[in-house]
């Protein structure tokens, strides 16, 4: 187990500060800058102004009824961060980050992408805001999402392709590290998920709580109560994040994390760290981490390129330990199934990351009372995915 | 605080008037049967300690060259473990400092790492991933050995912070002498010798210059100005196209009168 002596930005045991020491002072920075930022009402206006007119905030919190009666359980909400401008809950911190970024005299961004959704947020944020902006991108991303690269080059940003280890998020995270390293003074990383050393995590959690805050405000206006339930899908956990943290308090609402099982995690190809449950350090943060017995950090397997990360944000892992989330999975073939069934059932097509919330919401549903509420995050739309699962479902509909 | 094998052993070579080398080597590059040769031959050429690299899967801090190292030890299978086990069976004098990243020690377990490391004859280590507010992970484990865990100071370290580590500094305080990652570099920035300067004033351990130093016309410019230089990249890459003279060279050329 770790000890810490004076470690900052720990969610019990987990999270912290493991970078090399050229990193630490913009750390320190960045966290002090964030701090003013979020004291500033000046800052929150103009965050709020730029959500609500360029975004496109409050987005819906939707019944889905056909999906409910289908169920023949509990009530199903949608959060529809799928409407957000750029299609996915990832332009909330991308703006969040950017705004910091200028706020702090920084003109010029660095960030990571794994399917492209944040390279895209990010690309569209420095645009609005007029940042330079560099994208580093897995290879074989690069190889699965193209019209993405497409869309970022378009939007006024450099795309630089990762060809070390498998060519996917770790390795563009490493090499966003590095290029950070060596531009720290005047470039800011927006990372993209609830990972990172600290303040990453705590950032990307206070730009993605406004999904949960906006979630609690809409259900008391339809229903005059709190949901029973709450599902949102894991890779690093950022959508996950902004929904639950406004209810973590409320004792009675019943979280639920959903992480990428692969091919199922008996096989060995998944992306659930939790449910391996082994603890080590990537990228910044101690966090579980999917590695092998020498520490070798592996690579993660999903059908979604979002969340093929092999670990899980540092606060996850603690909400994890004391209980407060119960965290599950769903594999490659379930989401499809969850693609499917909220396409055909309500006409929206979800992103593969968000389906696995679908899907196991789905069942979770049918075991709950048609009295109860379960609310689902739609963290994306789907878009993105039309390639990958009409060839995964061989070209036709099941 | 500078009783530890590692600062005698630099110290040494500064009071004979030399600045003192650290060469850096990717253990198990080239097979694992070949480092304790390449120790013996690093130690003859007159190096006054030995950085050992153990290869990583995502190793941040580095760049190409030791990268690439890495990923061929990591395809002959060399792990922290093997490493260890390796160098208890066969003792050096010289000083051995180990550079490894955070996540092998944790999976090794820290307390029984610190065991293997004294066992082994280790005389530092260095954690690029472990800056000074996390260092009590390991530091614990080290009181009453003979182990020094060599801090990392940077370009962007501020004055405060710059005291504070050198201040607690084992071993030696490693000088980051540019912004960025391992590797070759053309040139460094122009306040890098006042940077420097001010870091030996206010350190109680020697200092020592390394990333991007590569050519003994670096290695001379550095020694003069420091208590000692690390090359990494550029032994490394001798060591993969078997060029010995080129190391020999750069050893020599660390043979530099230090300025006081």
């Not at chain 2, 007159?46 to 990268?67: N, W």
């Not at chain 2, 002959?76 to 003792?91: F, I, N, Y």
Request: net charge negative; hydrophobic share 40%.
């Amino acid at each position: 187990m770790i000890q810490t002596v004076e470690g900052k930005g720990r969610y019990g045991r987990f999270g912290g500060q493991y970078v090399p020491e050229t990193l630490m002072e913009a750390l320190s920075e960045l966290e002090e800058a964030h701090d003013s930022a979020l004291a500033d009402p000046e800052f929150i206006d103009q965050l709020n102004g730029y959500l609500k007119d360029f975004v496109g905030r409050e987005n819906p919190l939707y019944f889905a009824e056909r999906l409910t009666e289908a169920a023949g359980g509990a009530k199903i909400y949608l959060k529809r961060e799928d409407l957000n401008h750029t299609g996915a809950h990832k332009i909330n911190n991308a703006l969040g980050q950017a705004l910091l970024a200028k706020r702090m005299g920084k003109r010029k961004i660095v960030a990571e992408t794994g399917a492209g959704q944040h390279g895209v947020a990010t690309a569209t944020a420095c645009a609005l805001l007029g940042l330079e902006c560099v994208v580093f991108m897995g290879k074989e991303d690069i190889r699965r999402q193209e019209l993405n690269v497409f869309r970022m080059e378009l939007l006024g940003t450099r795309v630089e392709s990762v060809d070390k280890g498998a060519g996917t998020l770790k390795d563009a995270v490493n090499e966003a590290l590095r290029y950070w390293v060596a531009h720290v003074e005047d470039t800011h990383y927006i990372l993209g998920s609830a990972l990172g050393p600290n303040p990453f995590p705590k950032i990307v959690r206070d730009f993605q709580q406004v999904i949960g805050q906006e979630t609690k405000r809409q259900i008391v206006e339809k229903e005059g109560r709190l949901p029973d339930a709450v599902v949102a899908c894991i890779g690093g956990g950022s959508n996950a994040i902004g929904m639950f943290h406004p209810f973590v308090e409320d004792e009675n609402v019943a979280l639920y994390g959903v992480e990428a099982a692969g091919g199922g995690i008996s096989t060995g190809k998944h992306a659930a760290a939790i449910a391996e449950a082994k603890e080590g350090v990537l990228h910044g943060a101690y966090m579980y981490v999917l590695q092998d017995e020498d520490g070798f950090i592996q690579e993660a397997h999903s059908i979604s390129a979002g969340l093929d990360y092999p670990a899980v944000g540092p606060e996850h892992c603690h909400l994890h330990d004391i209980g407060r989330v119960h965290y599950t999975s769903a594999t490659d073939a379930d989401a499809l199934e969850g693609v499917q069934l909220l396409a055909q059932k309500e006409g929206i097509i979800p992103a593969l990351e968000s389906a696995h919330a679908i899907h196991f919401a789905f069942d979770l549903a049918q075991e709950m009372q048609p009295d109860e509420i379960l609310v689902v995050c739609l963290s994306g739309r789907g878009d993105k995915d039309m390639q990958t699962v009409r060839d995964a479902l061989g070209g036709g509909v099941q | 605080m500078s009783n530890f094998s590692l600062t005698a052993s630099i110290l040494k070579r500064n009071e004979e008037g030399q600045s003192a080398f650290i060469p850096y080597m990717m253990a198990g590059d080239g097979g694992l049967d070949v480092l304790h040769e390449r120790i013996s031959f690093l130690e003859e050429a007159g190096a006054d300690a030995i950085e050992i690299g153990i290869p990583f899967s995502d190793p941040v801090a580095d760049g190409e060259v030791i990268q690439e190292a890495g990923s061929r030890a990591i395809k002959r299978g060399v792990t922290l473990r093997k490493v260890m086990s390796e160098l208890q069976a066969q003792l050096h004098s010289i000083p051995l400092v180990v550079m490894t990243y955070l996540n092998p020690v944790l999976a090794y377990g820290v307390l029984e790492f610190v065991e293997d490391c004294d066992l082994a004859g280790v005389k530092g280590l260095i954690i690029p991933d472990l800056p000074h507010e996390e260092r009590g992970l390991l530091s614990n484990a080290l009181i009453g050995k003979d182990i020094a865990l060599v801090p990392l100071i940077s370009l962007t370290s501020s004055p405060e912070r710059i005291e504070k580590i050198a201040r607690n500094a084992e071993g030696f305080v490693y000088a980051v002498t540019v912004n960025g990652i391992t590797g070759v570099r053309s040139s460094f920035r122009s306040d890098l010798m006042d940077h420097l300067s001010d870091l030996r004033s206010v350190s109680n351990v020697p200092v020592l210059a390394g990333f991007g130093i590569s050519t003994s016309k670096q290695v001379r410019h550095f020694s003069a100005i420091t208590d000692g230089v690390i090359v990494g990249s550029a032994i490394v890459t001798a060591f993969h196209e078997e060029n010995l003279e080129k190391i020999q060279t750069l050893i020599k050329a660390g043979r530099t009168a230090v300025s006081q």
